[in-house]
């Protein structure tokens, strides 16, 4: 049966509503569709629902670091709605061997980054837009650092009880230094006649290639000159095997 409404008065109809789909949704009831016994509605009545959750990334500015470097983190705040989300919140954990100084970013709200943490409080991430909560990260041990926001670590005060559905994740790898070790083959050797061959070796235990490898060796002056006794050489490490001067290696180089 239809509804009464005494003169003078409103009344107020109510029902819970939801969607699985994000998305803006308008709703309407358009100007006619209120039948009543003093005539339809002359005008509609219209309203807006957003069904978002908020969203959350992050990079690292390069893939790989030497051991103590650093790297610039951004961590992207994302909202799909035509309203502002206010209350945004989140922590990160970075993975072992990471740490975390110099907090930035356009985000609006407290933003922290010290010890093994990146933080956000009290944000607001602006109505069909995005921002940003960014800092220096250095690499303090050797290896992959997988860095994860988990599904539900970023949240909003309004719309109440959202949260990322997704997690935000990337890595970066620190790089071990390289390493230079040298041996004499045969020693002693006989003062003038005798000769040993100088072996110096390099290595690079990371999964990335290394390239422009340079070094010097000067060769002592006490308690006499050593110097280069023949042209018989080996070099696996590609490059040019030059003398302490940068020309080319000779009998009687001193490095």
């Known amino acids: 049966p239809g509804g009464s409404l005494a003169a003078g008065a409103s009344c107020t109809l109510s029902v819970n509503v939801r969607s699985a789909t994000s998305g803006t949704y308008t709703n309407t009831i358009p100007a006619g569709a209120l039948s009543s016994s003093i005539g339809p509605n002359a005008a509609g009545a219209s309203d807006t629902l957003n069904v978002a959750r908020p969203n959350i ?12 470097g650093t790297a610039t ?58 921002c940003t909560v960014t800092a220096t990260i250095t690499g303090t041990t050797v290896g992959l650092k997988l860095n994860t926001i988990p599904i539900g670590g970023l949240t909003v005060a309004v719309p109440a009880g959202a949260s990322n559905g997704t997690a935000a994740a990337d890595d970066i790898t620190v790089l071990a230094p390289p390493t230079i070790t040298k041996s004499f083959l045969t ?35 006490t308690p006499g000159a050593m110097t280069v006794a023949g042209l018989t050489t080996t070099n696996s490490c590609s490059g040019s095997l030059l003398n302490n001067l940068g020309a080319a ?7």
């Open 57 to 68: 990334s992050k990079a690292f500015s390069a893939t790989t670091v030497p051991l103590n």
């Open 73 to 130: 983190l951004t961590i992207t705040l994302s909202n799909p709605t035509g309203t502002a989300m206010t209350g945004a919140a989140f922590t990160d954990t970075l993975p072992a061997g990471l740490t975390a100084v110099t907090p930035g970013g356009n985000c609006v709200g407290t933003k922290a980054a010290s010890g093994s943490t990146v933080s956000l409080a009290a944000g607001t991430i602006p109505a069909n837009g995005s």
């Open 187 to 221: 020693s002693p050797i006989l003062p003038n006649t005798g000769v040993s061959q100088l072996q110096i070796v390099l290595a690079n235990s990371n999964p990335t290639d290394l390239t422009g490898a340079t070094f010097i060796d000067t060769f002592p002056t």
């Open 249 to 255: 290696l000779a009998v009687g180089s001193t490095g």
